[in-house]
């Protein structure tokens, strides 16, 4: 956000940071430095409430910060109207695999036959793949990070903040209480455990639709910018093109066309 | 009926028959040559046919209510004949189309068949077959058909084979009364000497929130309160204006949350279902303190009960529908007129105070077409938030009092937070917090004391105290009690939380207070008697709004129930 501004020089006070309820939620209130403005809402709602402030002032630069449960499982029928209006903002997505803040519930992202508190038993539900999904709803930005690799995380970022419509950058952020996978993701040699994060090749053609859904089914957490359309127009430019096709639509004329 | 100076034609049939139109039309035909005029309709929740059913009063004064007995019924198939011939009045009429059979024992109406489609096909416009309807009830109304004709030439200005069909459906419905006597005479109109609007409910609430300062709409289509989202839709577009269709309800108050946060007047409507999916959203909405408006057009409930059916059944949910301490102001529209003005006041009462603003409205205004008193535009008065203009570093909720709001873009950044909350908008669960926090919410409310109240005959110990669109009906029911020299006091309000304080006041010293409305609970009833005020609801719960002389007759039950001493109940060993 930082970057942010200082490329479009624009002030802090034009950032909304708009919260889900959960672990990552709370980035709203751990910000350093100059704050932006900060909207911290309930629980699966952080994209709706996007809408209402990025439409209500198309100027601001809107970022949404949750987690897996807030976002794919409870604020999930929000993802769809967001990619089809292509609304102007940048989700950040902190994928831990579990449900923090309740004390390790499963989340949709759990594994399978993963036991948690709320799966004695195994989970029974098969994962959601959220950048396969992203994909098919038609989110016209997509990029695959990891809590590890803050650097390129930044740079995802600040180019969803960048990219003219619906951006989400998921990142690979693990729970180091409830779902410590680490080393799963990183890989350990000495004990032989193969990573499941792997970069995603220089090149690969982020335009290229065929190729990104191909890339995120084939397996493991591939890490890098899976999918970017930046022809589609998005919301906030579709309603600034109305203007001009608007008749007299001030009150006084439309209360006189109800005379009598 | 001799002396009678009104009249009201209801019209029955299958939905697309014209049906929907032409209570409408007859309205607005009156309404333009100077009566007074109100409709009603009733139609099923589909895309085309069904039973349906409009009316149109109209008088030689100002009408309150759809009116209670039938003087003219227009019955377009069978079944319509058969739902509806009961609610004639004696020396009513009855037009049929040729294919429906009359009761041939009702000796009390007359019964007139008239081919409407046949005559309507002789002029060239199938679609004309209202116009014999209205030619025809010109005969028996005593009306000049030359106010229909003159009325068609109006508005279909331009068209010459359309009105040139459409006034000779008017001639060939005329003949086929001619030989028939007029039922009443509404003698010359009277016209107002104001100038007036003819509009419905849901289109004045539209206007009165856009004359207040209104930019921004978001709603969810959802029946009675879909006319708002249209209206928005065409109306509120241009520079720094937004309307827009949500994907539900539950999006379409996050969002409004979210523009309220950004500086914009912004507002819902939506009815009881989508009402009820709002309620987390409005209890976020007072907890960050953020200025919206949300319009609840009632209907038949619970779940999707009765969709195009009338009922004031959610005001609890209303002055609740959130789940903690919260108590959302309510503004309850009683009239065509008065839906105008709830949306400029809920819009500005949202500003003052900042939170959310209900307005309760109902089936029966939002259908409701009428002639009312244009409203004067230099007299609506819209207010905008306090805007914080000063340095960073401010503390937003510091205090008992509504501060000035800080707005993206500007300074004073803060959080706004739907968990409890220190100055600044950061968490917080400290109780001596939670309980500072609570008052400044609550003492909010103080700043919307100014409401006004009607009041009459307000020595009387028992009064009459109607809310929303009960008040027609009601204020009828209380002017054939004064004529029968009942002494009834009458109280009336759109502010129904917070209450005008002297309002309470004067109905705690009553003996007696009558509400009537339409619900089971006796909702406001109950409320009134939370605030110790002896209140006792009449109820109904039928779909349909009160009959002005049936709510009369059970005011005088609820007040000979009260005098007499109840009998002792014997008690058996």
């Given at each position: 956000m930082r970057d942010y501004m200082v490329q479009y020089e624009t002030p802090m006070a034009n950032n909304v940071v708009v919260a889900g309820i959960g672990c990552s939620g709370n980035l709203v209130h751990l910000l350093e430095g100059e704050q932006p403005f900060g909207f911290?809402?309930?629980?699966?709602?952080?994209?709706?409430?996007?809408l209402g402030v990025k439409m209500g002032n198309p100027d601001l630069n809107v970022v949404v910060v949750a987690g897996d449960g807030d976002f794919l499982s409870i604020g999930m029928e929000h993802i769809a109207p967001q990619a089809a209006r292509n609304l102007n903002i940048t989700a950040v997505i902190m994928d831990n695999g579990v449900y923090g803040l309740t004390k390790g519930q499963a989340s949709p992202t759990t594994a399978a036959e993963h036991v948690t508190s709320s799966t004695p038993f195994g989970k029974m539900e098969a994962p959601v793949n959220p950048l396969d999904l992203y994909l098919t709803l038609g989110v016209s930005y997509v990029a695959s990070g990891y809590s590890s690799k803050p650097r390129e995380l930044a740079k995802y970022i600040l180019d969803g903040m960048d990219h003219p419509g619906f951006s989400i950058v998921h990142v690979a952020s693990p729970c180091t209480t409830y779902n410590d996978n680490y080393e799963q993701l990183k890989g350990n040699v000495s004990k032989g455990i193969e990573p499941t994060a792997w970069a995603i090749p220089e090149d690969h053609d982020p335009s290229d639709i065929t190729r990104a859904r191909a890339l995120v089914q084939d397996g493991g957490v591939p890490l890098g910018i899976v999918y970017q359309n930046k022809e589609r127009p998005s919301l906030d430019s579709r309603i600034a093109g109305l203007a001009g096709r608007e008749k007299n639509t001030d009150v006084a004329s439309l209360l006189n066309s109800f005379d009598l | 009926m001799a002396g009678q100076r009104e009249f009201v034609v209801r019209f029955a049939g299958e939905g697309g028959q014209g049906v929907v139109t032409a209570a409408e039309f007859v309205a607005r035909a009156a309404t333009t040559v100077g009566y007074h005029a109100l409709t009603f309709a009733t139609f099923p929740s589909q895309i085309l046919g069904g039973p349906t059913w409009t009316q149109a009063r109209v008088s030689r004064e100002p009408v309150k209510s759809p009116g209670d007995a039938v003087d003219i019924l227009v019955a377009f198939?069978?079944?319509?004949?058969?739902?509806?011939?009961g609610d004639v009045r004696d020396g009513g009429v009855i037009l049929l189309d040729p294919s429906v059979s009359p009761d041939a024992s009702d000796k009390g109406r007359r019964t007139i068949a008239i081919p409407f489609d046949e005559l309507a096909k002789q002029t060239g416009e199938s679609r004309a077959a209202n116009m014999v309807v209205m030619g025809a009830l010109s005969k028996l109304i005593n009306m000049p058909v030359g106010y229909f004709k003159e009325f068609v030439s109006t508005r279909f200005a331009g068209r010459d084979a359309v009105i040139e069909?459409?006034?000779?459906?008017?001639?060939?419905?005329?003949?086929?009364?001619?030989?028939?006597?007029?039922?009443?005479?509404?003698?010359?109109?009277?016209?107002?000497?104001?100038?007036?609007?003819?509009?419905?409910?849901n289109d004045a609430l539209s206007l009165g929130a856009l004359a207040a300062g209104l930019n921004f709409y978001i709603g969810y289509p959802i029946s009675p309160?879909?006319?708002?989202?249209?209206?928005?839709?065409?109306?509120?577009?241009?520079?720094?204006?937004?309307?827009?269709?949500?994907?539900?309800?539950?999006?379409?108050?996050?969002?409004?949350?979210?523009?309220?946060?950004?500086?914009?007047?912004?507002?819902?409507?939506?009815?009881?279902?989508?009402?009820?999916?709002?309620?987390?959203?409005?209890?976020?909405?007072?907890?960050?303190?953020?200025?919206?408006?949300?319009?609840?057009?009632?209907?038949?409930?619970?779940?999707?009960?009765?969709?195009?059916?009338?009922?004031?059944?959610?005001?609890?949910?209303?002055?609740?529908?959130?789940?903690?301490?919260?108590?959302?102001?309510?503004?309850?529209?009683g009239t065509v007129e008065e839906c105008f003005y709830a949306g400029v006041w809920a819009i500005n009462w949202a500003e003052r105070y900042q939170g959310p603003v209900i307005i309760l409205s109902e089936h029966s205004l939002a259908e409701r077409a009428q002639n009312i008193r244009k409203p004067d535009l230099a007299q609506v008065k819209g207010e905008s938030r306090s805007v914080y203009t000063g340095s960073n570093g401010y503390l937003r909720y510091e205090g008992l009092e509504a501060s000035p709001m800080p707005i993206p873009g500007g300074p004073g950044a803060y959080i706004a937070n739907g968990s409890e909350h220190d100055g600044y908008g950061d968490t917080t669960h400290l109780g001596s917090r939670h309980i500072q926090m609570t008052h400044r919410r609550f003492s909010k409310l103080e700043l919307l004391h100014d409401g006004p109240y009607e009041s009459r005959n307000t020595d009387a110990s028992v009064a009459l105290v109607p809310w929303g669109g009960s008040k027609g009906s009601a204020e009828e029911a209380y002017d054939l009690l004064v004529a029968d020299g009942i002494d009834v006091a009458w109280y009336y309000t759109m502010f129904l939380n917070p209450l005008p304080p002297a309002l309470l006041k004067e109905l705690r010293s009553k003996d007696l207070v009558l509400v009537p409305e339409l619900n089971y609970l006796g909702q406001f009833a109950s409320v009134l008697r939370s605030k110790s005020v002896k209140a006792e609801a009449i109820t109904q719960y039928t779909g349909l709004p009160f009959k002005a002389h049936e709510l009369a007759e059970r005011v005088k039950e609820q007040l000979a129930a009260r005098t007499t001493p109840k009998a002792k109940k014997v008690v058996q060993a």
């Open positions: 911290h809402g309930i629980h699966g709602r952080a994209l709706p409430i996007a | 198939n069978d079944y319509a004949y058969a739902e509806h011939q069909a459409n006034h000779k459906a008017l001639d060939l419905g005329l003949a086929q009364v001619a030989g028939e006597s007029a039922i009443m005479d509404l003698g010359e109109p009277n016209r107002p000497d104001y100038p007036q609007s003819f509009i419905k409910g309160a879909t006319p708002v989202l249209l209206y928005m839709e065409r109306n509120l577009v241009g520079e720094g204006k937004f309307a827009y269709q949500a994907s539900s309800e539950i999006e379409a108050i996050a969002a409004l949350l979210g523009a309220g946060f950004a500086g914009r007047k912004a507002m819902t409507a939506t009815s009881g279902p989508g009402f009820t999916l709002m309620g987390e959203g409005i209890g976020l909405g007072w907890m960050t303190e953020i200025p919206c408006v949300i319009i609840d057009v009632q209907r038949g409930g619970p779940a999707t009960g009765l969709p195009t059916k009338t009922e004031q059944s959610d005001l609890l949910t209303a002055l609740s529908p959130a789940h903690g301490d919260s108590s959302v102001p309510v503004i309850a529209a």
